[in-house]
Protein backbone atom coordinates (compact mmCIF):
# COMPACT_ATOMS: atom_id res chain seq x y z
CA UNK A 1 0.00 0.00 0.00
CA UNK A 2 0.81 3.86 -0.38
CA UNK A 3 3.43 5.27 2.86
CA UNK A 4 0.41 7.35 3.59
CA UNK A 5 -2.49 4.73 3.62
CA UNK A 6 -0.34 2.64 5.42
CA UNK A 7 0.18 4.88 8.28
CA UNK A 8 -3.64 6.09 8.60
CA UNK A 9 -4.31 2.59 8.67
CA UNK A 10 -2.33 1.85 11.35
CA UNK A 11 -3.19 4.86 13.43
CA UNK A 12 -6.93 4.80 12.42
CA UNK A 13 -8.16 3.35 15.49
CA UNK A 14 -5.45 5.95 17.58
CA UNK A 15 -7.16 8.63 16.24
CA UNK A 16 -11.08 8.11 16.11
CA UNK A 17 -10.13 7.76 19.92
CA UNK A 18 -9.31 11.56 19.58
CA UNK A 19 -12.71 12.46 18.24
CA UNK A 20 -13.53 16.61 18.09
CA UNK A 21 -10.24 17.67 18.71
CA UNK A 22 -7.86 14.79 17.77
CA UNK A 23 -3.99 14.91 19.35
CA UNK A 24 -1.73 15.31 16.79
CA UNK A 25 1.39 14.33 18.43
CA UNK A 26 1.21 10.68 16.77
CA UNK A 27 0.92 12.11 12.92
CA UNK A 28 3.74 14.78 13.74
CA UNK A 29 6.05 12.44 15.11
CA UNK A 30 6.03 10.04 11.66
CA UNK A 31 6.10 13.38 9.95
CA UNK A 32 9.29 14.42 11.61
CA UNK A 33 11.12 10.87 11.05
CA UNK A 34 9.82 11.23 7.36
CA UNK A 35 11.41 14.69 7.24
CA UNK A 36 14.99 12.86 8.47
CA UNK A 37 14.80 10.30 6.46
CA UNK A 38 14.05 12.25 3.00
CA UNK A 39 17.34 14.21 4.22
CA UNK A 40 19.68 11.36 4.41
CA UNK A 41 17.85 10.02 1.21
CA UNK A 42 18.98 13.27 -0.72
CA UNK A 43 22.50 13.24 0.80
CA UNK A 44 23.28 9.92 -0.19
CA UNK A 45 22.11 10.51 -3.69
CA UNK A 46 24.41 13.41 -3.83
CA UNK A 47 27.15 10.39 -3.45
CA UNK A 48 26.70 8.24 -6.19
CA UNK A 49 27.58 3.99 -5.12
CA UNK A 50 30.91 2.60 -6.42
CA UNK A 51 30.66 0.02 -9.15
CA UNK A 52 30.03 -3.44 -7.20
CA UNK A 53 28.53 -1.74 -4.24
CA UNK A 54 25.07 -1.67 -4.89
CA UNK A 55 22.53 -2.47 -2.99
CA UNK A 56 19.28 -1.02 -1.69
CA UNK A 57 18.99 2.67 -0.77
CA UNK A 58 17.41 4.41 2.06
CA UNK A 59 13.46 3.80 1.95
CA UNK A 60 10.98 5.77 3.90
CA UNK A 61 7.99 3.13 3.82
CA UNK A 62 5.70 5.32 5.82
CA UNK A 63 6.58 4.14 9.27
CA UNK A 64 10.10 3.69 9.79
CA UNK A 65 13.07 4.62 7.67
CA UNK A 66 15.06 1.83 6.19
CA UNK A 67 19.11 2.41 6.03
CA UNK A 68 20.45 1.82 2.44
CA UNK A 69 21.72 -1.92 2.38
CA UNK A 70 24.29 -3.91 0.06
CA UNK A 71 22.46 -6.59 -1.76
CA UNK A 72 22.05 -10.11 -0.09
CA UNK A 73 21.45 -8.62 3.19
CA UNK A 74 18.60 -7.76 6.31
CA UNK A 75 18.27 -5.08 8.39
CA UNK A 76 16.23 -5.78 11.34
CA UNK A 77 13.89 -2.64 13.21
CA UNK A 78 12.05 -2.42 16.22
CA UNK A 79 8.67 -0.67 16.55
CA UNK A 80 7.95 2.81 16.46
CA UNK A 81 8.25 4.15 20.04
CA UNK A 82 5.03 6.18 20.14
CA UNK A 83 3.51 6.74 24.20
CA UNK A 84 -0.23 5.59 24.68
CA UNK A 85 -0.29 3.84 21.16
CA UNK A 86 1.72 0.73 20.37
CA UNK A 87 1.90 -2.04 22.93
CA UNK A 88 5.44 -2.80 24.08
CA UNK A 89 6.98 -5.57 22.07
CA UNK A 90 10.65 -6.78 21.82
CA UNK A 91 9.45 -8.70 18.20
CA UNK A 92 11.52 -7.07 15.30
CA UNK A 93 10.55 -6.27 11.81
CA UNK A 94 12.97 -7.65 9.17
CA UNK A 95 13.29 -6.66 5.36
CA UNK A 96 15.43 -8.16 2.99
CA UNK A 97 17.68 -6.60 0.18
CA UNK A 98 16.96 -8.50 -3.04
CA UNK A 99 18.29 -7.97 -6.83
CA UNK A 100 14.37 -6.71 -7.69
CA UNK A 101 14.70 -4.41 -4.53
CA UNK A 102 13.56 -4.48 -1.01
CA UNK A 103 11.31 -6.98 0.33
CA UNK A 104 7.66 -6.86 1.92
CA UNK A 105 8.69 -5.96 6.07
CA UNK A 106 8.09 -9.46 7.85
CA UNK A 107 6.43 -9.68 10.28
CA UNK A 108 4.03 -7.35 8.72
CA UNK A 109 3.66 -3.81 10.79
CA UNK A 110 -0.38 -4.67 12.02
CA UNK A 111 0.96 -7.93 13.20
CA UNK A 112 4.38 -7.16 15.30
CA UNK A 113 3.36 -3.84 16.56
CA UNK A 114 0.17 -4.40 18.38
CA UNK A 115 -1.80 -1.10 18.72
CA UNK A 116 -3.03 -1.08 22.31
CA UNK A 117 -6.15 -2.45 22.75
CA UNK A 118 -9.42 -0.36 22.40
CA UNK A 119 -12.37 -1.61 22.71
CA UNK A 120 -15.34 -0.39 20.75
CA UNK A 121 -16.95 0.66 23.80
CA UNK A 122 -14.24 2.50 24.77
CA UNK A 123 -13.91 4.39 21.60
CA UNK A 124 -17.26 5.43 21.63
CA UNK A 125 -17.11 6.64 25.51
CA UNK A 126 -13.89 8.68 24.50
CA UNK A 127 -16.24 10.39 21.26
CA UNK A 128 -19.44 10.49 23.42
CA UNK A 129 -16.97 12.75 25.97
CA UNK A 130 -15.57 14.80 23.48
CA UNK A 131 -19.21 16.10 22.11
CA UNK A 132 -20.57 16.27 25.57
CA UNK A 133 -16.99 18.39 26.18
CA UNK A 134 -18.11 20.51 23.24
CA UNK A 135 -21.47 21.77 24.18
CA UNK A 136 -20.62 22.34 27.81
CA UNK A 137 -17.93 24.71 26.94
CA UNK A 138 -20.03 26.22 23.82
CA UNK A 139 -22.75 26.87 26.46
CA UNK A 140 -20.49 28.48 28.71
CA UNK A 141 -18.83 30.47 26.30
CA UNK A 142 -22.01 31.57 24.95
CA UNK A 143 -23.14 32.34 28.78
CA UNK A 144 -20.26 34.32 29.50
CA UNK A 145 -20.65 36.30 26.26
CA UNK A 146 -24.06 37.66 26.78
CA UNK A 147 -23.35 38.58 30.54
CA UNK A 148 -20.45 40.14 29.14
CA UNK A 149 -22.22 42.23 27.01
CA UNK A 150 -24.77 43.11 29.24
CA UNK A 151 -22.15 44.30 31.66
CA UNK A 152 -20.31 46.25 29.02
CA UNK A 153 -23.66 48.06 27.79
CA UNK A 154 -24.50 48.65 32.12
CA UNK A 155 -21.20 50.56 32.70
CA UNK A 156 -21.02 52.26 29.54
CA UNK A 157 -24.88 53.56 29.92
CA UNK A 158 -24.76 54.88 33.26
CA UNK A 159 -22.80 58.13 33.98
CA UNK A 160 -21.87 57.73 37.22
CA UNK A 161 -19.89 54.34 36.73
CA UNK A 162 -17.79 56.22 34.75
CA UNK A 163 -14.09 56.25 36.42
CA UNK A 164 -10.91 54.65 36.24
CA UNK A 165 -11.57 51.25 38.18
CA UNK A 166 -14.72 50.58 35.84
CA UNK A 167 -12.80 51.47 32.45
CA UNK A 168 -10.23 49.05 33.30
CA UNK A 169 -13.02 46.19 34.19
CA UNK A 170 -14.77 47.01 30.65
CA UNK A 171 -11.08 45.93 28.94
CA UNK A 172 -11.02 43.04 31.49
CA UNK A 173 -14.37 41.99 30.02
CA UNK A 174 -13.08 42.85 26.61
CA UNK A 175 -10.18 40.22 26.90
CA UNK A 176 -12.91 37.35 27.77
CA UNK A 177 -14.91 38.44 25.18
CA UNK A 178 -12.35 37.84 22.65
CA UNK A 179 -11.25 34.92 24.41
CA UNK A 180 -14.56 33.24 23.73
CA UNK A 181 -14.66 34.67 20.06
CA UNK A 182 -11.25 32.57 19.49
CA UNK A 183 -12.65 29.69 20.75
CA UNK A 184 -14.99 29.65 18.62
CA UNK A 185 -13.27 30.51 15.61
CA UNK A 186 -10.89 28.29 15.68
CA UNK A 187 -13.27 25.13 16.21
CA UNK A 188 -14.61 26.88 13.23
CA UNK A 189 -11.46 26.95 11.06
CA UNK A 190 -10.07 23.38 12.41
CA UNK A 191 -12.66 21.54 13.30
CA UNK A 192 -15.93 22.02 11.44
CA UNK A 193 -15.06 19.88 9.06
CA UNK A 194 -14.44 16.35 9.45
CA UNK A 195 -13.09 15.51 6.08
CA UNK A 196 -10.38 18.18 6.53
CA UNK A 197 -7.16 16.64 7.80
CA UNK A 198 -6.37 18.32 11.20
CA UNK A 199 -3.14 17.01 11.65
CA UNK A 200 -1.42 17.75 7.84
CA UNK A 201 -3.62 21.15 7.58
CA UNK A 202 -1.07 24.12 7.60
CA UNK A 203 -3.06 27.49 6.01
CA UNK A 204 -2.80 31.40 6.71
CA UNK A 205 -6.51 30.72 7.63
CA UNK A 206 -5.86 28.32 10.59
CA UNK A 207 -2.41 29.94 11.64
CA UNK A 208 -4.42 33.44 11.72
CA UNK A 209 -6.63 31.70 13.82
CA UNK A 210 -3.96 30.16 16.41
CA UNK A 211 -2.45 33.15 16.70
CA UNK A 212 -5.96 35.44 17.41
CA UNK A 213 -6.47 32.72 19.83
CA UNK A 214 -2.98 33.05 21.60
CA UNK A 215 -3.13 36.54 21.80
CA UNK A 216 -6.84 36.62 23.49
CA UNK A 217 -5.26 34.60 26.12
CA UNK A 218 -2.54 36.60 26.49
CA UNK A 219 -4.38 39.92 26.75
CA UNK A 220 -6.70 37.54 29.30
CA UNK A 221 -4.01 37.12 31.77
CA UNK A 222 -2.40 40.72 31.73
CA UNK A 223 -5.80 42.80 31.91
CA UNK A 224 -6.04 39.97 35.10
CA UNK A 225 -2.47 41.54 36.05
CA UNK A 226 -3.83 44.80 35.40
CA UNK A 227 -6.67 43.90 37.68
CA UNK A 228 -4.13 43.24 40.67
CA UNK A 229 -1.99 46.08 39.78
CA UNK A 230 -4.61 48.37 39.95
CA UNK A 231 -6.05 47.33 43.28
CA UNK A 232 -2.73 47.62 44.62
CA UNK A 233 -2.19 50.72 43.28
CA UNK A 234 -5.63 52.26 45.31
CA UNK A 235 -4.42 50.88 48.51
CA UNK A 236 -1.02 52.30 48.35
CA UNK A 237 -2.53 55.59 47.23
CA UNK A 238 -5.14 55.38 49.94
CA UNK A 239 -8.10 55.75 46.98
CA UNK A 240 -6.53 58.45 45.13
CA UNK A 241 -6.66 57.75 41.74
CA UNK A 242 -4.23 59.59 38.63
CA UNK A 243 -5.55 58.60 35.30
CA UNK A 244 -1.98 58.87 33.92
CA UNK A 245 -1.47 55.57 35.02
CA UNK A 246 -4.53 54.29 32.57
CA UNK A 247 -2.12 54.63 29.57
CA UNK A 248 0.34 52.16 31.11
CA UNK A 249 -2.33 49.87 32.23
CA UNK A 250 -3.73 49.68 28.50
CA UNK A 251 -0.18 49.34 27.27
CA UNK A 252 0.28 45.96 29.67
CA UNK A 253 -3.56 44.95 29.10
CA UNK A 254 -2.63 44.97 25.02
CA UNK A 255 0.55 45.91 24.36
CA UNK A 256 2.81 43.08 26.00
CA UNK A 257 0.38 40.55 24.07
CA UNK A 258 0.50 42.25 20.73
CA UNK A 259 3.71 41.66 21.38
CA UNK A 260 4.93 38.55 22.74
CA UNK A 261 2.09 36.89 19.82
CA UNK A 262 4.33 38.97 16.93
CA UNK A 263 7.46 37.19 18.33
CA UNK A 264 6.00 34.02 18.32
CA UNK A 265 4.77 34.84 14.69
CA UNK A 266 8.19 35.60 13.48
CA UNK A 267 9.84 32.89 15.09
CA UNK A 268 7.60 30.24 14.07
CA UNK A 269 7.75 31.51 10.55
CA UNK A 270 11.48 31.23 10.50
CA UNK A 271 12.27 28.20 12.63
CA UNK A 272 8.96 26.14 12.77
CA UNK A 273 6.69 26.42 10.27
CA UNK A 274 4.50 23.64 10.00
CA UNK A 275 1.25 22.74 10.44
CA UNK A 276 -1.36 25.31 12.48
CA UNK A 277 0.98 26.16 14.99
CA UNK A 278 -1.04 24.43 17.49
CA UNK A 279 1.76 21.82 18.35
CA UNK A 280 2.05 22.22 22.54
CA UNK A 281 4.93 20.31 21.99
CA UNK A 282 7.33 22.64 20.69
CA UNK A 283 9.85 24.45 22.30
CA UNK A 284 8.78 27.85 20.75
CA UNK A 285 5.34 27.20 22.87
CA UNK A 286 7.40 28.62 25.72
CA UNK A 287 7.55 32.12 23.98
CA UNK A 288 3.93 32.01 24.64
CA UNK A 289 3.76 30.14 27.91
CA UNK A 290 6.51 32.21 29.92
CA UNK A 291 5.08 35.10 29.66
CA UNK A 292 1.53 33.65 31.05
CA UNK A 293 3.70 32.40 34.13
CA UNK A 294 5.57 35.35 34.32
CA UNK A 295 1.76 37.35 35.01
CA UNK A 296 0.19 34.59 36.76
CA UNK A 297 3.70 34.87 39.37
CA UNK A 298 3.46 38.72 39.47
CA UNK A 299 -0.44 38.29 40.18
CA UNK A 300 0.11 35.52 43.36
CA UNK A 301 3.06 38.10 44.50
CA UNK A 302 0.43 41.16 44.42
CA UNK A 303 -1.82 38.86 46.03
CA UNK A 304 0.56 38.22 49.11
CA UNK A 305 1.16 41.82 49.13
CA UNK A 306 -2.60 42.90 49.05
CA UNK A 307 -3.44 40.11 51.61
CA UNK A 308 -0.58 41.69 54.01
CA UNK A 309 -1.89 45.67 53.61
CA UNK A 310 -5.23 44.91 54.54
CA UNK A 311 -3.86 43.24 57.34
CA UNK A 312 -2.46 46.03 58.37
CA UNK A 313 -5.07 48.58 57.43
CA UNK A 314 -8.44 46.83 59.32
CA UNK A 315 -6.11 46.25 62.08
CA UNK A 316 -5.65 49.99 62.48
CA UNK A 317 -7.75 50.99 65.40
CA UNK A 318 -7.19 55.02 63.86
CA UNK A 319 -9.58 53.28 60.60
CA UNK A 320 -13.34 54.24 60.70
CA UNK A 321 -15.58 51.66 59.80
CA UNK A 322 -16.58 53.30 56.40
CA UNK A 323 -13.34 53.02 55.06
CA UNK A 324 -13.10 49.58 56.42
CA UNK A 325 -16.27 48.30 54.28
CA UNK A 326 -14.99 50.23 51.50
CA UNK A 327 -11.02 48.27 51.58
CA UNK A 328 -13.28 44.95 51.47
CA UNK A 329 -15.62 46.10 49.16
CA UNK A 330 -12.92 46.93 46.26
CA UNK A 331 -11.02 43.82 46.95
CA UNK A 332 -12.94 40.95 47.59
CA UNK A 333 -13.75 40.45 43.78
CA UNK A 334 -9.65 40.51 42.73
CA UNK A 335 -9.28 38.55 45.86
CA UNK A 336 -11.23 35.78 44.38
CA UNK A 337 -9.82 35.57 41.08
CA UNK A 338 -6.43 36.29 41.09
CA UNK A 339 -6.05 32.59 42.39
CA UNK A 340 -9.13 30.79 41.11
CA UNK A 341 -7.80 32.10 37.63
CA UNK A 342 -3.79 31.39 38.02
CA UNK A 343 -3.97 28.15 40.16
CA UNK A 344 -5.06 25.30 38.03
CA UNK A 345 -2.68 26.94 34.75
CA UNK A 346 0.89 26.58 37.16
CA UNK A 347 -0.47 23.26 38.31
CA UNK A 348 -0.79 21.97 35.04
CA UNK A 349 1.78 23.97 33.19
CA UNK A 350 4.77 21.55 35.71
CA UNK A 351 3.64 18.85 33.92
CA UNK A 352 3.59 17.32 30.34
CA UNK A 353 1.02 18.38 27.77
CA UNK A 354 0.16 14.30 27.84
CA UNK A 355 -0.04 14.08 31.49
CA UNK A 356 -3.99 14.60 33.21
CA UNK A 357 -5.78 15.35 29.36
CA UNK A 358 -8.77 14.53 30.43
CA UNK A 359 -9.08 16.98 33.67
CA UNK A 360 -7.02 20.16 31.21
CA UNK A 361 -9.53 19.79 29.12
CA UNK A 362 -12.05 20.11 31.75
CA UNK A 363 -10.44 23.16 33.64
CA UNK A 364 -9.72 25.07 30.39
CA UNK A 365 -12.45 24.53 28.74
CA UNK A 366 -15.57 23.46 30.80
CA UNK A 367 -14.56 25.47 33.92
CA UNK A 368 -12.67 28.50 31.80
CA UNK A 369 -15.47 28.67 29.61
CA UNK A 370 -17.66 30.14 32.44
CA UNK A 371 -15.17 32.14 34.08
CA UNK A 372 -16.21 35.65 31.67
CA UNK A 373 -19.45 34.59 33.55
CA UNK A 374 -18.26 34.75 36.71
CA UNK A 375 -15.93 37.83 36.40
CA UNK A 376 -19.30 39.57 35.56
CA UNK A 377 -21.12 38.33 38.17
CA UNK A 378 -18.36 39.62 40.57
CA UNK A 379 -17.35 42.98 38.81
CA UNK A 380 -21.02 44.17 37.71
CA UNK A 381 -24.32 42.10 38.64
CA UNK A 382 -23.23 41.88 42.50
CA UNK A 383 -21.54 44.85 42.69
CA UNK A 384 -23.64 47.47 45.42
CA UNK A 385 -22.73 51.00 43.42
CA UNK A 386 -23.98 49.12 40.13
CA UNK A 387 -27.19 47.80 41.58
CA UNK A 388 -27.90 51.13 43.56
CA UNK A 389 -27.42 52.63 40.13
CA UNK A 390 -29.80 50.80 38.45
CA UNK A 391 -32.22 51.30 40.96
CA UNK A 392 -32.13 55.00 40.73
CA UNK A 393 -32.48 54.72 37.26
CA UNK A 394 -35.34 52.39 37.09
CA UNK A 395 -37.13 54.02 40.21
CA UNK A 396 -36.26 58.13 38.15
CA UNK A 397 -37.43 56.26 34.85
CA UNK A 398 -40.89 55.04 36.60
CA UNK A 399 -41.50 58.79 38.02
CA UNK A 400 -41.18 59.85 34.45
CA UNK A 401 -43.65 56.89 32.90
CA UNK A 402 -46.16 57.88 36.00
CA UNK A 403 -45.83 61.75 34.95
CA UNK A 404 -46.51 61.37 31.59
CA UNK A 405 -49.50 59.15 32.35
CA UNK A 406 -51.19 61.78 34.45
CA UNK A 407 -50.02 64.68 32.04
CA UNK A 408 -52.02 62.54 29.34
CA UNK A 409 -55.04 61.90 31.59
CA UNK A 410 -55.14 65.72 32.39
CA UNK A 411 -55.09 67.06 28.55
CA UNK A 412 -57.96 64.73 28.17
CA UNK A 413 -59.90 65.31 31.21
CA UNK A 414 -59.51 69.53 30.36
CA UNK A 415 -60.31 68.94 26.67
Not at 26 to 55: D, M, N, Y
Not at 140 to 146: I, M, Q, R
Not at 209 to 220: G, H, K, M, P
Not at 299 to 305: P, Y
Amino acid sequence: PRPCSLLLLLLLPALQVQGTHPDCSVVLHFQKREVECLERIRSESQTPALPGEEGCPTEWDGVSCWPALPLGQSRAVACPDILNVFQKSKELIQRNCTEWGWSLPSPPYHSACQLETLGSNDTEAKACYFVTMKVLYTCGYSTSLAALFLAIGIFSCFRKLHCTRNSIHIHFFTSFILRGTAVFIKDSVLFSDESIDHCTMSTVTCKAAIAFFQYSVLANFYWLLVEGLYLQTLLLLTFTCDRSYTWGYTLIGWGVPMVTVGVWVLTRLQYDDHGCWDDYSSLYWWVIKAPILLAIFVNFLIFLNITRMLAQKIRCPDLSRTHKQQYMRLTKSTMLLIPLFGVHYVVFALFPEHVGVDARLYFELVLGSYQGFLVALLYCFLNGEVQAEIRRNWGKWQRSMESNVFNLATQDFTA
